[in-house]
């Protein structure tokens, strides 16, 4: 997918290894408010690539967003600090062609709401998706 991040601009290749379904208390140490607190959490699991030619050091691909059997969107989970359970932080210091990383994604659902795909944008700003993968 093209990607866009200030005035670099490049492509990525993501990988989707693996939707995990948490339990409720993978969240107990988590200062979460109002309905958050009956969601179930949900870890997306993938390897982005830089499939391009630009070096895309010190940039910041967004994380997925959770797709919803429905076809609905799941609620972001941002979590300041280390999360054991699924711990994403992009590890693009060095960026440059042909490396990739690992990363999660934690996202919330309601229960009996499972998730079943992850979008990804191709810079912050954009209206829709411009990857998307489903089961």
């Known amino acids: 997918m093209d990607f866009a991040y200030n005035d670099k601009k490049g492509k990525l290749q993501i990988t989707v290894t ?3 379904k948490g339990r409720a208390a993978d969240l ?8 958050a607190k009956k ?22 691909p967004d994380g997925p967003r959770g ?9 972001s989970l941002s979590v300041m600090g280390r999360f054991s359970k ?3 932080y992009p590890d693009t210091h060095s960026f440059p062609p042909g490396k990739s990383y690992r990363t999660c994604a ?13 979008t990804w944008s191709s810079d912050a700003y954009s209206d ?6 489903t089961r």
């Open 106 to 118: 934690p996202v919330l659902a309601a229960p009996g709401s499972p998730v079943t795909g992850a």
């Open 86 to 88: 699924c711990d994403g």
């Open 67 to 75: 797709v919803l059997a429905d076809g609905g969107q799941a609620r």
């Open 39 to 60: 969601m179930v959490p949900y870890y997306i699991h993938a390897v982005i690539k830089n499939a391009g030619t630009t070096d895309l050091s010190l940039t910041m």
């Open 128 to 133: 829709g998706p411009a990857a998307t993968w």
């Open 28 to 35: 107990s140490g988590l200062d979460l408010s109002g309905g």
């Open 18 to 20: 693996g939707i995990v």
